[in-house]
């Protein structure tokens, strides 16, 4: 069940940037600060993997593929997560999905949003 609202995917050439964002709707979600969030993706014909992480506090993880170049951030007053993406490389073609958990509640997941990179 869909319940994450992902959007700000798109195609890009190689060494661009794209900014990705994911709500948690109002009427879902009543409360966004306690949630840690997370964004995944999913290439075509590979397993979803974790792709960057940040806690309820702000910590933050990276896969190291994307470390140095990808950056997790979020803002609770918009119940919002970002993933900034820049120096985009053709292996981050993807579907990106959002995830929303708590240690007793989710995942939740988004619909997801398709990144394609070109060369």
């Known amino acids: 069940q869909v319940q994450l609202v992902e959007s700000g995917g798109g195609l890009v050439q190689a060494g661009g940037s794209l900014r990705l964002s994911c709500r948690a709707p109002?009427?879902?979600?009543?409360?966004?600060?306690?949630?840690?969030m997370a964004w995944y993706r999913q290439a075509p014909e590979k397993q979803r993997e974790l792709v960057a992480t940040?806690?309820?506090?702000?910590?933050?993880t990276y896969a190291d593929a994307v470390k140095g170049r990808f950056t997790i951030s979020r803002d609770n007053s918009r119940k919002t997560v970002y993933l900034q993406m820049n120096n985009l490389k053709l292996e981050d073609t993807a579907v990106y999905y959002c995830?929303?958990?708590?240690?007793?509640?989710?995942?939740?997941w988004g619909q997801g949003t398709q990144v394609t990179v070109s060369s």
């Open positions: 995830s929303a958990y708590t240690a007793s509640e989710g995942p939740y």
């Open positions: 109002r009427a879902i979600f009543s409360v966004f600060a306690p949630l840690n």
């Open positions: 940040i806690t309820s506090g702000s910590t933050t």
